[in-house]
């Protein structure tokens, strides 16, 4: 039988976008995969991020973030940072993890009127729900 996939996701500034990548992987796979987050600190869910995966009907106000350095990164089969921040800091994952570097901006960094942030975070989520959907599949399908 399979290893069931684990999945981490991380981010080093923001950590919405770690909070969205974790909310739709538990909501497209359920038990199917493992998934967890990190990154430098734990910090509340920007009321944006909060707004965007509410719209798309997924609550993520009880995921944590822990930090990085308290991850075994060799317990995961992949790692998946989300920012170009993010990239040197998981310059250990052992091999054998499959790691994917997205690059994805932070939305957090918009700034202007509420509706240009509302912009921001639904186009991040849009484009992480993407990202999600066909990672999952490879996972699952490996």
Not at 39 to 62: F, K, L, R
Request: aromatic share 6%.
């Amino acid at each position: 039988m399979a290893k069931k996939p684990r999945i981490l996701f991380v981010c080093e500034e923001s950590l919405s976008r770690c909070q969205m990548a974790e909310g739709f992987a538990r909501y497209l796979a359920g038990a199917a995969v493992s998934v967890e987050s990190a990154g430098p600190v734990s910090a509340a869910t920007h009321p944006y991020c909060q707004w965007a995966m509410n719209e798309a009907g997924i609550d993520i106000t009880h995921f944590s973030i822990d930090p990085l350095t308290s991850k075994d990164l060799a317990s995961f089969t992949h790692v998946v940072t989300l920012g170009p921040e993010s990239k040197d800091s998981c310059r250990q994952v052992p091999s054998g993890v499959r790691i994917d570097h997205w690059g994805i901006p932070d939305p957090g960094k918009v700034r202007g009127n509420p509706t240009d942030m509302i912009l921001a975070f639904r186009s991040v989520r849009n484009e992480i729900e993407k990202r999600v959907k066909s990672l999952i599949s490879g996972a699952l399908n490996a």
